[in-house]
């Protein structure tokens, strides 16, 4: 039997073009600045995303972590989202090894923070409280039904940063889906911040690695606390070699992954027993509800993998699903009658 594998973009293999440059990426020294592929790469990211300078990490949980560090030091505060990936699924990294107080404001369900919220959370010159140093934002945003926040919301959010004299960092581990969406340019979508990062890993299918882009001497200290958090990986063109294909020829095709998506939430709607929100489908990421209480979500799981479909239970009754590359249209039908067979069966 077929797995169709609907649990996360992280899942995707890399492709055929990616394995043969990673096989002949010219390699070197990446610590010492020598690796020839990961120096191409960067300066690509920093270009395609409009910003001045890059750096490859490992990971996005990496990228966040040394950018926090990079514009906080310790007992500072950053800002950000409630259910932010930052805040809800980095091993409260920021805090454990960098000594930074988070300071989150609710998440409205289309991922953006009130903007009143973000204003009086912000906290000056009170030796009782931890200084805020930092905004955080997330672009598309993984938990709020990977939306994607515009031009003008960021902008918005810019400006109450510069009134408090505050850096504001994008984790944008999905701009690109984002800017597909949207129908912007990336750069327009990273225009108003002064770091971001994205990943390579997740919809454009290299097996490893994010980078984060921002001004040149930021980048110099990120570089240093990168290696400070073991993310130094010598010749790692071998990984960057994949990212330059991702850049160059999986952006585009996004646009797939959001037509499965669709294509995908609107079969769910009409599962007597499955109910999805229609109008908060955006992206390639799909919430849906199972609406028999009595099934418990560990069930419902392991009976729809039982025929095939793999997808991740997200709190009582409550999944998600994401599309992409190597998830075709005939997988989305086989996934759906999946679906119905397994309903039918818990009813």
């Known amino acids: 039997m077929k797995m169709i594998d609907l649990r996360s973009d992280t899942v995707t293999l890399p492709t055929e073009a990616m394995r043969k440059a990673m096989a002949a990426a010219p390699l070197g020294d990446d610590v010492f600045g020598e690796d020839p592929t990961i120096n191409r790469l960067e300066k690509m990211s920093a270009e395609k995303i409009g910003k001045q300078s890059a750096l490859f990490v490992p990971s996005g949980t990496m990228a966040n972590l040394v950018s926090v560090l990079t514009w906080c030091g310790r007992g500072d505060a950053v800002v950000l989202g409630d259910q932010c990936h930052t805040f809800f699924y980095e091993s409260a990294s920021i805090s454990a090894l960098g000594s930074v107080f988070p300071q989150p ?6 991922g953006t923070m009130n903007l009143e919220d973000i204003r009086s959370t912000i906290r000056i010159g009170n030796i009782h409280a931890p200084r805020t140093r930092l905004i955080c934002l997330e672009n598309t945003h993984n938990r709020c039904y990977g939306s994607p926040l515009t031009v003008e919301y960021t902008k918005s959010v810019s400006e109450i940063a510069k009134e408090h004299n505050l850096p504001l960092h994008l984790d944008g581990a999905r701009i690109f889906n984002a800017a597909v969406a949207l129908g912007v340019d990336a750069a327009k979508l990273a225009e108003n911040v002064d770091s971001v990062s994205f990943c390579f890993s997740k919809g454009l299918s290299a097996p490893v690695g994010s980078i984060i882009c921002g001004p040149a001497d930021f980048i110099k200290e990120a570089r240093r606390i990168r290696k400070m958090a073991g993310g130094g990986m010598r010749q790692a063109g071998v990984l960057a ?8 020829e999986m952006i585009d095709r996004l646009a ?4 499965n998506a669709r294509r995908l939430a ?3 709607s009409q599962i007597k027993g499955l109910s999805t929100d229609l109008s908060m489908v955006q992206t390639n990421i799909i919430y849906f509800s199972l609406d028999n209480q009595k099934i418990s979500s560990e069930r419902f799981v392991s009976d729809a993998a ?3 479909i793999l997808f991740l239970a997200l709190g009582k009754n409550r999944f998600r699903m994401v599309t992409h590359y190597g998830i075709e249209a005939d997988d ?3 996934a759906l009658a999946a679906l119905k067979k397994v309903i039918k069966q818990v009813q």
């Open 105 to 110: 404001v609710k998440n409205e369900p289309d």
């Open 241 to 248: 070699a994949a990212g330059i294909v991702a850049m160059e």
């Open 256 to 259: 797939d992954d959001h037509i």
């Open 266 to 268: 609107e079969g769910i």
């Open 306 to 308: 039982k025929e095939g």
């Open 332 to 334: 989305i039908d086989t």
